[in-house]
């Protein structure tokens, strides 16, 4: 418990609410008390509980097609986190090969790989994002690569910047020396030594991809209704605003915790590595 | 000489970009598909086919599409049967406008909250403007703009929902796209500021008895202001993709709605004229960013070359 008191209350509180949404997302069948699919338009717009006109049947209210406001949250989750972690990994994955190549082999590979980041960098993400989607057509498994393919540049600057410090160490110079392979000193001498910094930058950019999901999912590009996702969700609200504050209100709240949660945590893991580290990924 | 190399450089991730847009559309997209109905006949379609130039090699075509883009010719829209480039160039001032707005606003509230936080470091006030800028970082830029139209059009009905033209019209989207700047700006400026005002000369300054209102204004803020200043520039590009969905949600006539129009329409010229231009824009930001910064601190230059 001694080290739960060291860790700010801020960390603790926004780790629950992490928490809670991932178990949304593994078990939304138990936890939502409807189907999230079942329209009822006798049932539409009803308000959440707290306002005048709800009912406890329906916590969080209901849609414009009488669909359960909680359930579809609760469901919403799922697309949510999965595009978060899965993208995620897609992205350090590339990242961190080509941060790993560009750092340690130098040279023509360095400046190449350096062109690219160059280039994915003058695209902005979301504008990229929006121009592929819109070619390939949108879908939960396209949204999930291209988001994933969005984010590897955070992770090769900064592997690559790590990489060009470690690469001259003793311990390297002595792995070549016994005669390792490239492969083999870049997997089991370089690797482990910017992991926890790759783990730091991933905390950092679920955040941004969960957002971009929801951007595009607000867009229509992301996936497809009447699947639930925050993101469409709020789509769906806007027409309401005026009728139904709720349908925009609630969903983009709990997005914007989520994601306050592990910019939150991000931030700590940061603040607790060196501060070199930490101008390198700004 | 440094300025010259950018631009080769600037030069060439233009070329990239169009080239990378070219190959998607080449890859994904029949636009025949698109302009004919879909009980035209067969001879119909083949023979827009060989107007279009869409049988010749991918080579043939990537070379024509290479000679348009340095006349500075980026297609023809199926939709508005107008240049491209005309279109998105008319749309211009409107998106200008509006990012320059939302950067005001960023710089207004975010130089007195950095400032303060640094001198007040730890106490309740830097606490509320962090936690402040936490959520500004966080909050996505469509759901923002959507509570800010709640609260303000909805509810309050002081401000209008959509339209150019009066002043009302852009303090709710200059708000919604300016919050990501400021809350960057706030963190970056209070970090620089902590970190001048425990500089030596500081100390000396506040030894020769000057007021601490100046020690900081003058004295600790030129100091702490340069990298602030690429911030700004770096962010000001950025947002030029976040009137994409601003421009969106408060119905702005400028190119991130066009972009966005021209996507549910499928009206891929000038979808991919719109990423072309807003990638060249983008990097003539940064040109100008880089150039400036380079006036603003000597040292980079040298920096750089080093690199």
């Known amino acids: 418990m001694s080290f739960l008191a060291r860790v700010p209350k801020r960390v603790i509180l926004f780790s629950i609410a992490i928490w809670i949404s991932i178990l949304f997302a593994f078990f939304s069948p138990f936890l939502s008390p409807h ?3 079942k329209t009822d338009l006798s049932m539409r717009l009803i308000p959440p509980v707290f306002q005048k006109g709800g009912t406890w049947n329906n916590v969080l209210g209901t849609d414009h097609l009488g669909r359960d406001m909680l359930s579809r949250i609760i469901y919403g989750a799922r697309v949510s986190l999965l595009v978060g972690f899965v993208s995620t990994f897609i992205g350090s994955v590339i990242g961190v090969i080509l941060g790993l190549l560009s750092g340690y082999i130098g040279g023509k590979t360095d400046s190449v790989i350096n062109k690219l980041m160059d280039i994915q960098l003058s695209f902005r993400v979301i504008l990229l994002a929006i121009f592929v989607i819109s070619i390939v057509g949108p879908s939960f498994r396209n949204v999930v690569i291209v988001c994933g393919i969005a984010s590897w540049v955070t992770y090769a600057r900064v592997v690559r910047g790590q990489v060009l410090s470690i690469r001259e160490k003793e311990f390297i110079e002595a792995a070549r020396g016994i005669g390792c ?3 083999r000193i870049l997997t089991r001498h370089v690797l482990p030594n910017v992991f926890s910094l790759i783990i730091v930058i991933s905390t950092l950019e679920i955040g941004r991809i969960i957002v971009l999901e929801s951007t595009l999912s607000f867009l229509g590009l ?17 027409i309401y605003m005026l009728q139904a504050w709720w349908i925009t209100a609630i969903p983009g709240s709990v997005l914007l915790m989520v994601v306050l949660g592990f910019n939150i945590i991000g931030d700590y893991l940061s603040d607790l590595m060196d501060p070199y580290m930490k101008q390198l990924m700004e | 000489m440094f300025f010259i190399r950018n631009l080769f450089h600037a030069v060439f991730i233009i070329f990239a970009v169009s080239t990378i847009t070219f190959i998607l559309l080449y890859v994904s997209s029949d636009p025949v598909v698109m302009l004919l109905p879909p009980d035209a006949p067969r001879e119909e379609v083949i023979a827009l086919r060989e107007s279009m130039g869409l049988n010749d090699p991918l080579v043939i075509q990537y070379a024509r599409f290479l000679g348009k883009l340095v006349k500075g010719d980026l297609g023809y829209s199926f939709f508005y049967k107008e240049s491209a480039l005309k279109l998105l160039v008319e749309r211009t001032p409107a998106t200008l406008e509006l990012a320059c707005f939302g950067m005001i606003f960023a710089l207004v509230i975010a130089i007195p909250l950095g400032i303060l936080s640094a001198v007040k470091y730890r106490s309740g ?18 759901w923002l703009a959507l509570m800010l139209m709640l609260i303000f059009s909805v509810f309050l009905g002081w401000l209008p929902t959509s339209g150019r033209g009066n002043w009302k019209n852009i303090v709710l989207p200059a708000l919604s796209l300016g919050a990501y700047p400021m809350a960057a700006i706030v963190r970056l400026l209070r970090a620089n500021m902590l970190t001048v005002l425990r500089m030596d000369y500081i100390t000396v300054a506040r030894a020769k008895g000057i007021r601490e209102f100046w020690v900081v204004t003058k004295h600790a803020l030129k100091n702490a202001s340069i990298p602030v200043v690429t ?3 770096l962010q000001f590009g950025s947002m030029l993709a976040g009137t994409i969905v601003v421009e969106m949600i408060f119905g702005w006539p400028g190119i991130g709605r066009l972009a966005i129009f021209a996507i549910y ?10 990423v072309i231009y807003m990638a060249t824009v983008f990097i003539i930001i940064n040109l100008i960013v880089d150039f400036i910064y380079g006036l603003l601190d000597p040292r980079v230059k040298v920096g750089r070359m080093a690199l």
């Open chain 1, 35 to 37: 189907d999230p699919y």
């Open chain 1, 181 to 183: 392979s490239t492969i």
């Open chain 1, 222 to 238: 992301g996936v497809q209704p009447p699947t639930p996702s925050w993101g469409n969700m709020i789509l769906d609200g806007k």
């Open chain 2, 125 to 142: 006030f830097d606490n509320l403007s962090l936690g402040f800028a936490t959520i500004g970082q966080a909050v996505p830029i469509f």
């Open chain 2, 231 to 233: 911030l700004v520039g």
């Open chain 2, 265 to 274: 329409h499928r009206d891929f010229p000038l979808v991919q004229a719109s």
